[in-house]
C-alpha cells in the first residue's frame, strides 16, 4: 500500500518490454500520464466543493455565533460573547443540554445492549437470519422524519396502541399522558432514537462478528470455553472497535439529532424536551436570530471533536497495523 | 451430560425469545401504519379505554378510502416528483464529483490519500445541526430560499465525502496488477481507467447511487429549513409537515404515505447495506 504505484513491480515475471504493443513505446506521454497532475485534476472539484460548501460554512457557524446576524437582513457585526452570555444563564439552554447529554447516553447504552445482543445470536447461526436481518434494519431504512410521525401516532393521547396494550394486560392503572409529561416525553423520544439507531449498530457488530477469525474461536472452543466465556473472552474484546464505530456513529446521528424531537414533541410540553437541535432551530430559524442559534448549536462541536478524534486514532492504527 | 444438553436447549430457547422481541420492537411502527392506513375510520379511531376493541387487528373491513384519499386530494405526487428530480440532480453531481476522487485517494495521490479521504469523511460527520444556520444565510445570498435548487447545492455537501469515501473503498478493491498490466500494454492511465477500471467499478458506482439517492430521501433538516411552500416540499418533508391540516391529523392517509414511501427505500437498502457497511467500517475492521 505504501507503494507509490509507479514503483511497484509488475505481476508475471515477463519483463516490460515484452509485452508492450507494437507501436506503443513510441505513443507521446500526454496529460493521461502525468500520474501527480492527474491526481490533482480529479481530486481537486471535489475538495474545492467541500470546503467552499462544508468548511467554510463551518466556520461561518462559528463566526456567526459571535454576531447579532438576524435572518431577515443580511449584514451583521460582530457583537462578542453577547450570544453566549445570553444563553449561559438560560434554564432552557440548560435543559436542552441536559436533555441532549441524557438521551445520547441512555439511547447509546441501549443500542450497544440491544446490538450487540442480536448480532451475537444472529452470529451464532439462527435459522432465517437473513429474513431476520431485513427485518431489523427496517428501522434504519425508513426517512427518520416518517418514522417519528408513526411513532407520533403509536404515543397519540387518545388512541395510543401503548395504552391500550398495557391497560389490556392490567400493567396500567391510570392513563399515559405520553407528550403531555415531561419525563415521559422524554422516554418516548429516547425510545425512537433506540429505535432507530440499533438496527445499523447491529449490522455493524454483525460485520464485525463475521471478522472475527475463525480460528481463534475453534482454539476457545478447544481449550474447553463455553458459550459465555467466549463472548465474554474472546468475541466482545475482539469486538471493541467495532463497537466503538458503531457507537461513535450512534452518539454522532443522535446528538445532532433534530426531527425526532421536532416532530414529536417539538420541546413541549413547556420546553422541556428541547434537545440542542431544536434549540437552535427554534432560536435561530424561527425566532430569526441567526447569532444565537448559531451558539447553541456550537455547544455540539465538543462531541464531534472527540468522535473525530477517536475516528482518527483507530484509523491511525488500522494503518500501522495494515 | 444430560444436564448439558439441557441448559443448551435453554440457552437456545433465550436467545429466540431474545431475538424474537427485539425484531418485534423493529417491525411494529410498521404493522402499525400498515394497519392504520387501512382501517375504516370508525375502526381506527376508537379511544384506547375501550377494552373490548381490539386495536391490533382489523375489526371492520378494511378499506382504500386513505390511499385514494392520499394520490388524488394531497399533494403527495408532486412531493414524489420533487424528491426524484433533487435525488436525481444529486446523485448525477455526487458521481462527478466522487468517483474521480475516489480514483485519485485510491490510487494517484499516495500516501496523502489515505488521510485526505479520512478528512473527507469526517466532513460527513458534521451535521445538519451545526450547518442549517450558515447555509440559511448562504442560501440567501444566493436567492434560493424556497427553491428545490437549495437542496441540489446543499445535499452533495453530505453525499460528496460520504460517497468519495465508499469509492475509494472500491477502487482499492480492485487489483493493481490489472491496471499496471494495462499501462504495460500501452494504456495511458487516463485509458485504463475508462477501460479497465470503469467496467470493474460499475457494482460500485451503482451502490453510490443507491446510497445518495436514500440519503436524499431521508433528509429533513435542510428541507425543513429553507423550503416553505407545499408545492415545492419533498416527501419527507411533505408527508410530516403538511399533510396535517390544521389540527386534524388524517392519520390513515399519513400512515399511507409513511408506508408507501418507506417500502422501496428498505427494500433497496437491505439490498446494499452489506457494501455501505463495509465502506464505513472498512478502516476498523481492517486490523
Not at chain 1, 298 to 308: D, I, N
Not at chain 2, 6 to 33: E, G, N
Not at chain 2, 99 to 115: D, F, I, K, S, T
Request: hydrophobic residues 60%.
Amino acid at each position: 500500500m505504501a507503494l507509490p504505484s509507479g514503483t511497484q513491480p509488475a505481476s508475471g515475471s515477463a519483463p516490460p518490454a515484452v509485452a508492450v504493443r507494437p507501436g506503443a513505446a513510441f505513443r507521446r506521454r500526454t496529460l493521461a500520464d502525468r500520474e501527480d497532475l492527474l491526481g490533482r485534476l480529479m481530486l481537486g472539484p471535489t475538495l474545492l466543493y467541500v470546503i467552499a460548501l462544508a468548511g467554510i460554512p463551518f466556520l461561518l457557524a462559528i463566526v456567526l455565533s459571535f454576531s447579532d446576524a438576524r435572518a431577515g437582513s443580511l449584514s451583521f457585526s460582530l457583537v462578542g460573547l453577547r450570544n453566549f452570555l445570553a444563553i449561559l444563564p438560560d434554564p432552557q439552554f440548560h435543559r436542552a443540554l441536559w436533555n441532549t447529554l441524557l438521551l445520547t447516553v441512555v439511547s447509546q447504552a441501549a443500542v450497544l445492549v440491544l446490538a450487540t445482543t442480536s448480532a451475537v445470536i444472529l452470529d451464532a447461526g439462527l435459522p432465517g437470519r437473513r429474513a431476520i436481518r431485513f427485518l431489523l434494519l427496517l428501522p434504519w431504512a425508513v426517512p427518520v422524519s416518517l418514522a417519528s410521525l408513526a411513532w407520533v401516532w403509536i404515543f397519540d393521547s387518545t388512541f395510543s396502541v401503548i395504552n391500550w396494550t398495557l391497560k389490556a394486560l392490567g400493567l396500567l392503572r391510570t392513563w399515559l399522558f405520553w407528550f403531555g409529561d415531561p419525563a415521559l416525553a422524554m422516554t418516548a423520544i429516547i425510545t425512537v432514537h433506540v429505535w432507530r439507531m440499533f438496527p445499523f449498530a447491529t449490522v455493524i457488530v454483525l460485520a464485525g462478528l463475521s471478522a472475527i477469525p475463525q480460528d481463534i474461536r475453534e482454539a476457545a472452543v478447544v481449550d474447553g470455553a463455553g458459550f459465555w466465556r467466549r463472548l465474554l473472552q474472546v468475541d466482545l474484546p475482539l469486538l471493541l472497535p467495532v463497537a466503538i464505530v458503531a457507537v461513535l456513529f450512534g452518539v454522532t446521528f443522535t446528538s445532532t439529532d433534530l426531527s425526532v424531537v421536532y416532530l414529536l414533541t417539538n420541546g413541549g410540553p413547556y420546553n422541556s424536551t428541547h434537545v440542542l437541535a431544536t434549540l437552535a432551530f427554534q432560536r435561530g430559524i424561527l425566532g430569526g436570530d441567526l447569532g444565537q442559534g448559531a451558539a447553541v448549536a456550537l455547544f455540539l462541536l465538543p462531541v464531534l471533536v472527540v468522535v473525530a478524534a477517536v475516528m482518527l486514532r483507530l484509523a491511525r492504527r488500522t494503518e500501522v497495523g495494515a | 451430560m444430560r444436564m448439558r444438553r439441557a441448559r443448551r436447549v435453554v440457552v437456545r430457547a433465550a436467545q429466540y425469545a431474545a431475538i424474537a422481541l427485539i425484531t418485534l420492537f423493529a417491525v411494529f411502527p410498521f404493522y402499525w401504519m400498515f394497519l392504520t392506513a387501512l382501517k375504516q375510520n370508525r375502526d381506527l379511531y376508537v379511544g384506547a379505554t375501550n377494552l373490548h376493541h381490539v386495536p391490533w387487528v382489523f375489526n371492520v373491513p378494511p378499506t382504500l378510502e386513505h390511499v385514494q384519499l392520499l394520490f388524488q386530494r394531497t399533494a403527495y405526487l408532486v412531493w414524489v416528483r420533487n424528491t426524484v428530480f433533487v435525488g436525481a440532480v444529486v446523485v448525477a453531481i455526487t458521481l462527478v464529483f466522487a468517483a474521480p476522487a475516489g480514483y485519485a485517494l485510491a490510487r494517484l495521490v499516495g500516501r496523502w490519500g489515505e488521510r485526505l479521504g479520512i478528512a473527507l469523511f469526517l466532513t460527513y460527520l458534521v451535521p445538519p445541526t451545526l450547518l442549517f444556520i450558515p447555509f440559511a444565510r448562504i442560501v440567501s445570498v444566493l436567492h434560493l430560499q424556497n427553491s428545490l435548487w437549495s437542496l441540489v447545492v446543499i445535499y452533495p455537501t453530505f453525499t460528496v465525502p460520504f460517497c468519495t469515501w465508499l469509492l475509494m473503498g472500491f477502487f482499492r478493491s480492485i487489483p493493481r496488477d490489472l491496471e499496471e498490466q494495462a499501462m504495460i500494454d500501452g494504456y495511458s492511465r487516463l485509458a485504463v481507467i475508462r477501460k479497465v477500471v470503469m467496467p470493474l467499478a460499475v457494482s460500485g458506482l451503482l451502490t453510490v447511487v443507491i446510497f445518495a439517492f436514500t440519503l436524499v430521501m431521508q433528509e429533513f433538516v435542510y428541507a425543513l429549513t429553507f423550503i416553505s411552500s407545499v408545492q415545492k416540499m419533498t416527501l419527507s418533508l411533505g408527508v410530516p409537515v403538511a399533510l396535517v391540516r390544521g389540527d386534524v391529523f388524517y392519520w390513515g392517509s399519513l400512515m399511507a404515505a409513511a408506508l408507501i414511501t418507506s417500502i422501496p427505500i428498505a427494500i433497496v437498502y437491505n439490498l446494499f447495506i452489506d457494501r455501505f457497511v463495509a465502506g464505513l467500517t472498512h478502516g476498523a475492521l481492517k486490523g
